[in-house]
């Protein structure tokens, strides 16, 4: 719902201000979700070599299935 003129304009009010977090809290927000973006990064990455070698090889060492359903499992 806009205002009808523009001396309507919505202000800040001190109840939304005490809503928004603190700078260290945005800060470690900050932190995390750099965290989880470089995660979810190296799993893309490590799901794309095995791939690459299942389709060479046709088949993937014990240890590469182990990895392939640590990192399946770990989205649940």
Do not use: H
């Amino acid at each position: 719902m806009c205002p009808s003129t523009p001396e309507e304009k919505p202000s800040l009010s001190r109840a939304s201000l005490e809503k928004m977090p603190s700078s260290p809290m945005l800060i470690f927000m900050v932190i995390f979700f750099l965290e989880l973006l470089a995660a979810m990064l190296q799993n893309g990455f490590i799901v794309t070599v095995l791939i690459r070698e299942w389709v060479q090889c046709q088949t993937l060492l014990a240890g590469d299935m182990i990895a392939v359903a640590s990192l399946a499992a770990s989205r649940f």
